[in-house]
């Protein structure tokens, strides 16, 4: 039985193509069992359509606090039948419930915890990034906890910052680092080679 994947996003869904390329073409034994936005209209939800995937929206601004939007969200996760969940672009904050304490996963456009937290998302990063006149940057995938990318880390890939670098062109380097660790993660998880000692994350 291959890991059974529920992908949650809130945008264009270029992580979530990512992943079913991998599959489709055999490279990362996993099935995508469904895909919950959190934005209306997005164009993550026709990627899962064209690709036969089941999915579903939950918008976030229609409810009043995380309390009630979890609820509704957990509700859809668990009726796609959930081995592991993938952040792919999920711009929300996911409560974290107790048996699926290291079974969601996310991709961070930098290498945590630097340029990360509340806020930290796509271009903002990169900006940051520059801001501050950071030699290197990354990719990171970790754990989800109930803080913003802050779980323990599962895999890093650094890519430079040049000096002609601008938050377009840096994130182009990032994203082609994201494409290449996200499903490598995934495929270790697959694989039952992933532990988790407190923080520290080991690959047998
Ligand atoms: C990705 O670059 C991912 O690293 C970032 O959002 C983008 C999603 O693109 N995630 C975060 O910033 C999480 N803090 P997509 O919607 O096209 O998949």
Not at 4 to 16: D, E, N
Not at 99 to 110: E, S
Not at 120 to 146: C, I, N, Q, R
Not at 184 to 193: H, K, M, P, V
Request: aromatic share 6%.
């Amino acid at each position: 039985m291959p890991l059974r994947v529920v992908v949650l996003l809130s945008g264009s869904g270029t992580t979530l193509q990512n992943l079913i390329d991998h599959i489709a073409r055999g490279a990362l034994d996993a099935r995508i069992t469904g895909v919950v936005s959190s934005r209306a209209g997005v164009y993550g939800l026709e990627r899962a359509r064209l690709a036969g995937i089941p999915a579903a929206t939950v918008p976030r601004k229609a409810y009043a606090d995380d309390a009630a939007f979890n609820a509704d969200l957990w509700r859809e996760i668990r009726g796609m039948g959930a081995d592991l969940v993938v952040l792919a672009g999920f711009m929300s904050l996911i409560t974290v419930p107790e048996d699926f304490h290291n079974r969601i996963i996310n991709v961070h456009p930098a290498l945590i915890p630097a340029f990360c937290g509340h806020k930290m998302y796509g271009h903002h990063v990169h900006e940051a990034v520059l801001a501050f006149g950071a030699k290197v940057s990354g990719a990171t995938v970790h754990f989800v906890d109930d803080q913003y990318d802050h779980g323990p880390i599962i895999l890093q890939k650094c890519v430079p910052v040049l000096d002609d670098d601008t938050p377009d062109t840096l994130a182009d380097r990032v994203q082609a680092a994201e494409r290449e660790i996200y499903p490598q993660a995934l495929q270790l998880i697959a694989g039952g080679r992933v532990t988790v000692e407190g923080r520290r994350v080991r690959v047998r």
